[in-house]
């Protein structure tokens, strides 16, 4: 049993509570994605937890030159120190697929963007990925001997900035067939695969808050992009939860139900893929919404 910190929002002070982790992993049982994450600087002590009186980490955006000069953070923590420093608590596996699913996520809401006709809105999205979370990837992709798919997303960046929708669609494709060996890989890999990834979808939650924390100023929406990126995380977690229902459902059924009451709360944060004039939620409404989800899944195993 373990003591963990919730959120109850932006500077408040975390809750504790006593519960078994979502999904222990056993330090026997690296594997080469544990391996690969650790040769990239991502130690595996034990799940991040924020102290008391300080906010979850944030994820901004920023170009390279920017998060290497400590600029701006990039997502998963980069740029920041204390950012940086609790995505380095996250256990290697977990850190790679919860980064797999920001790359889908990003995916997923520039082409919901593309689907409305707005393909500028939609390039940003297309291009995080390689700017942002592909450097993190390639050796964990290297190690599990899974082949790399950088090519495939800037040739899709290409076509959205072409504005060419035949030409997407097949860059897509080809870029999710690229990702559909890595979600194989990972359940062949993990033994417990439900825990893990309702532990990995808590995560990208976390990342969402991060990005829609940046994109508010003065109680307004100032930063477009990091709204649709935090929407973008939001489904995605959705999705991986979904992927897990019945499981879920089965051995957790007061958990599963918990956890769609919240869900339904927060997504009232992102009315639609474009920001609303005000923030239905604040930033720390949506982390006290998170922090009520966790809690909600805090006993799956």
Known sequence: MKTRKLWLGLGAAALSSTMTPVAPQAASSATAIDAAAQASRCPAPARMQLAENTQPPAHSHGTPEKAA???????????SPAAADADARLEPSLRFYRDIQLVRGHLLVGDELIKAGRWA?????????????????????????????????????????????????AALTAVEGRLDPVDASMKAAKKDWMP????????????????????????KFAKAVEYQDSRGFVW?????IASVAGELDAKHPEAAQKLRAELAVLKTAWP??????????????????????????????
Not at 236 to 240: P, V
């Open 69 to 79: 000069s400590g600029a701006e953070g990039g997502e998963g923590g980069e740029g």
């Open 236 to 240: 995605q977690a959705e999705r991986l």
């Open 121 to 169: 809105d939609a390039l940003p999205h297309f291009l995080h990925p390689v700017e942002e979370l592909y450097d993190k990837l390639a050796p964990v992709l290297k190690d599990m001997k899974l082949k790399p798919f950088l090519a495939q997303l800037k040739s899709l960046a290409q076509t959205v900035k072409a504005k060419n929708q035949g030409a997407y669609e």
């Open 196 to 219: 893990f990834a309702v532990e990995t979808a808590l995560e990208t939650f976390r990342s969402s808050y991060g990005e829609y924390s940046e994109s508010i100023e003065g109680g």
């Open 272 to 301: 639609a893929v474009l920001p609303p004039a005000a923030p239905v939620l604040d930033a720390s409404q949506v982390a006290g919404a998170i922090s009520k989800i966790e809690l909600a899944l805090g006993n799956v195993k």
